[in-house]
Structures are given as C-alpha cells and as structure tokens.
C-alpha cells in the first residue's frame, strides 16, 4: 500500500510539473536581449514589451538577477499588474556603465520577469511554481589594441557556385588596417578542393565588416567543410564551418499494388529515391484516402533509412473491409529529416484493381508539427530528468526502507 501511495504521489508531482511547464508559454518578453557598445559611464535609457500571450490575470516581477554587479540598473516599473485580455505592458529601465571594467569582452545582464500570485507579494525571492523569462543585457566591451573574432556564412543558394561571406569584428580598441580572409574548403572525404582569398579591408573600433568571395566551379551535392583564416595587422582569428551544397531531398516516384483485392489487407510498395549522396534516415510516408473531405482509410510505412542516391520501397498495409467501389481523393505524405513532401492524388478503387493518377507535389514543409524551438526542447529534457529523478526516488526509498 505505501509503494502504491507513493508512486501516486510522483505521479501527481510529474503532472503538477507539466502544468507548470505548459505555462512557460504564457509569458514572454520581446526583444528577448539588448546589446550595448561599452562606452565610460555611459547612461541609457531601454524599453522591452512582457507578453502575456494567453491574455490572463497575473501579477509580473521585474528584477535585476545576479551578484557583483558594476552597473546602475533602475527599472521603473518592477510590478506589472496584467488584467484578462491585456496582452503586453512595456517595462523601461535605466542602466549608467562603469567608468570601465576589469575583464574586457561580454558581460551580461539578465532582467527576470517572473509571474508570481496575485495576491502574493515580491520580496527578492519566490519559491513555489513561478515562471520566469529574462531580457538580456550585453554589454560588448572592447580589448585593448587589436582584436577580432570572425564569421563564416554562405549566401543564398542560387544553383550557381557558393558565395562565401567573411564578417570581421573589431572589438580592440585599435583600428584595424589590414585584414584579409582565406579559406580552405574541404570535400565529404577530407580532401582538399580549392582555398580562396578575400580583398582587403580596414576595420574601426567597435565595427563590423564583410568581405565576399565565389566558388563558382562546379559543385556537386553534398556535406562540406570549410575552414577561414583571417590575417589582420599580425594577428590571426580563425573559424571553421560545415555546409551543405543542393537540397537534402527524398521524392515519391510511384506507388505499385499487386494482387490487390477489395475487402482484404492491401500491400502498398511506395518507391522512393534519395538525391542526396549521404544516408536519409526514418524516412517514412503516411497515406489518406478520402471522399469529399471524409476519411476513408489512413495508413503508414516503417520508418526506413534510403542509402545515398538510391531507390527504395517503403511498405504500408491497408485494411479495405468495407470500403465500396469508386473514385476516390488521395494524399500521400512522405516525412524525413524536418520536412514533408506531400502529393495529392485520385484513386480509382475496384474489385480487383486500385489504381492513382494527377501525381503533383512538392516539399511544402521545413518542420514537422508546426514551430519547434530550443525552448521546447530545453523544456522537454527538463522533465525527462524530473522523470528519471522521481524514479529514483521512489526506488532508492523503498530500498533503504528493506
């Protein structure tokens, strides 16, 4: 009886924490961070917007987190009192720097905004089920006489070649005079292709400035690596970056039924083809008969890996009990890595036959059910743990108490 009470405690506790989490989404700040340029005993005034998406009543906490810190911060608002329908309040706050800092480089600053009762009040620290988002404040502040760090990124995919964009960043506090790109790009087996170079440019303090440069030979699809080194005035920054060249794609070539009778388990051979030169992995299809927007049958492959510029059959099972004679709509949707190729269809149903025709289509997703986001997915392995930590728990209890 107590093991049962027990693990019905952890039980209500798991449920109680994906309530918790689902309000995480309730609240929200926009913009999430602000990026300052140190300048001595600068003052500036900032405004961000919290977000109350769900349009509920709730009390809202503005504070400053962290120890040691060397900046004036006065929020004028630190208490906002959201009523039902209101969906955002603008918080400003006032931040004077230092006349400077010991470390140079990035400090930041978080701003929380914390939802608490609304009939509780804020005394520095709330303990219970709150949530919380934070602005963040970045303060870029510059190292002494020259440095840089730099960037790698590739312009828009036109078919043609790959242009290479090279952003330098001077946070020293010296101007840079001289600063050149080169980088080196690597195939899917390590070897090296080409190296290009940029032009030459200057760099002010605190500025940022890019250099492009083409590889225009002919490129065929894959993974590549490319490694950039920048030489400015003496010194050296580096990066390094893999890239892809053409589109990871997996299409539907046809769909192929033998021995197909009405009222019996349909075997569906969906054939299809990898264009990409590395391993696709869980590629699977999914497809719905209907008849004027009515669901008739639904059905799914196993999931498959398609080797590299291949062809391959993935195979579905159909129940036809009961469906009747006739002509049909028909979508199938084929789902790997974040995308969905979807290609609508008729479908002619016979004793003896099944037969589709107006096979049109195309990619027409980059994320499989709707927005993910690093949040969700931080959110999601937080209570895995609280999962795997209430287990053990439980077994560790029970154990000690034998």
């Not at 049962?4 to 309530?19: D, P, Q, R, S, Y």
């Not at 497809?287 to 059905?299: A, C, N, P, T, V």
């Not at 037969?355 to 499989?368: H, L, N, Y």
């Amino acid at each position: 009886m107590k093991t049962l009470k027990n693990v019905g405690i952890c039980m209500i506790l798991l449920i109680f924490t994906l309530l918790i989490v689902s309000d995480v989404f309730a609240l929200g700040v926009s913009p999430a961070r602000k990026i300052i340029e140190f300048s001595p005993e600068l003052e500036i005034e900032v405004e961000f917007n919290v977000l109350n998406s769900e349009g509920k009543d709730m009390k809202v906490v503005i504070y400053v987190e962290g120890d040691n810190l060397d900046e004036e911060i006065i929020i004028d608002n630190p208490e906002l009192i959201f009523s039902s329908g209101e969906l955002q309040k603008s918080v400003k706050y006032n931040i004077k720097l230092p006349e400077k800092y010991d470390e140079p480089g990035t400090h930041e600053i978080k701003i929380v905004a914390r939802e608490i009762p609304v009939d509780k009040a804020f005394e520095g620290t709330f303990v219970g089920a709150s949530v919380a988002v934070v602005h963040i404040v970045r303060i870029n502040v510059p190292y002494p006489g020259k440095y840089a760090t730099v960037e790698l990124k590739l312009g828009e995919d036109t078919g043609q070649g790959v242009d290479f964009i090279v952003y330098v960043n001077n946070f020293g506090t010296q101007k840079i005079v001289r600063a050149k790109g080169i980088i080196d790009v690597y195939g899917p087996t390590n070897e090296k292709l080409t190296s290009l170079e940029t032009g030459l440019v200057s760099v002010d303090s605190g500025a940022r400035k890019a250099m492009n440069v083409k590889w225009d030979e002919n490129i065929n699809s894959g993974k590549y690596y490319a490694k950039l080194t920048v030489l400015y005035d003496g010194n050296v920054a580096e990066y390094e970056k893999v890239f892809n060249v053409g589109i990871r794609l997996v299409d539907i070539l046809d769909i192929i039924v033998k021995n197909f009778k009405l009222g019996g388990i349909a075997k569906f051979n969906i054939l299809v083809e990898n264009g990409w030169p590395e391993v696709i992995s869980d590629v699977y299809t999914d497809l719905l008969i209907s008849e004027k927007g009515q669901e008739i049958g639904r059905f799914k492959s196993a999931a498959e890996d398609i080797p590299a510029l291949a062809k391959e059959e993935l195979t579905a099972f159909w129940d036809t009990a009961g469906v009747e004679e006739g002509d049909y709509d028909a979508k199938i949707s084929l789902y790997y890595d974040d995308k969905i190729v979807e290609k609508d269809m008729k479908t002619k149903i016979s004793f003896n036959s099944i037969s589709f025709s107006g096979f049109t289509g195309a990619v027409i997703s980059d994320e499989v059910g709707g927005e993910t986001s690093d949040t969700k997915i931080l959110i999601g392995l937080v209570v895995i743990l609280i999962i795997i930590n209430l287990i053990w728990f439980v077994y560790f209890k029970f154990k000690k108490k034998k």
